[in-house]
């Protein structure tokens, strides 16, 4: 049964954030690390997201945005 669609609000912060199964590590690397936030900085030009905060760790990460 797919997901019902989100709702998403102009203005709203949001949570994401990501874990791998079994406690995997997600960044093989500290350039793989280096590279996400590269791409969460295109993603926040492109989007026009307010990124509030983040957080990479080795499992998982969090990412808290503002959207418009």
């Known amino acids: 049964m797919p997901r019902r669609r989100r709702l998403v609000v102009e ?9 791998f199964a079994r406690g995997e590590g997600i960044f093989a ?3 793989e690390g280096e590279r996400f936030v590269e791409l969460l900085r ?11 905060a983040w957080c990479l760790m ?11």
């Not at 080795?58 to 959207?67: C, D, E, K, L, T």
């Open 11 to 19: 203005g709203g912060v949001y949570h994401i954030y990501n874990r």
């Open 29 to 31: 690397s500290s350039d």
């Open 42 to 52: 295109r993603v926040r030009e492109r989007d026009g997201l307010t990124v509030l």
């Open 58 to 68: 080795s499992s998982h990460y969090h990412v808290a945005v503002r959207i418009g």
